[in-house]
């Protein structure tokens, strides 16, 4: 198993960053992808859902491309605008049920 990571060590900077940026795209979507299905199953139905679930895909979209340009700070701060996206989906969810 040795051979996919020589691979991997021999890609340029930018293209190893391009990968660890794909990786963590499929971490943080499986936490929004949770959150969209709560809020859609508990029928929020709001502009700040909306803006919540689109902002998101904007988000993770700066934070490839900041990763791949290696802009750590701009990258940080579209990981947390994600996040937020998400935490705030959870919570009009959770408003949603409370009634």
């Known amino acids: 198993m040795a051979a996919p990571r020589a ?7 930018y293209a190893q960053r391009a990968t660890w940026a794909h990786q963590n795209s499929f971490e943080t979507f499986m936490v929004f992808s ?36 290696n802009i750590p700070i701009l990258r940080s701060l579209m990981f947390a605008v994600g996040g937020l996206c998400s935490l705030t989906l959870f919570i ?8």
């Open 34 to 69: 949770v959150a969209a299905l709560m809020a859609y199953v508990t029928g929020v139905n709001s502009q700040t859902s909306a803006v919540a679930a689109i902002a998101f895909v904007i988000a993770r979209l700066l934070y490839s491309i900041f990763y791949i340009l």
């Open 7 to 13: 691979m991997f060590d021999k890609l340029p900077p």
């Open 92 to 99: 009009q969810s959770l408003i949603q049920v409370k009634g």
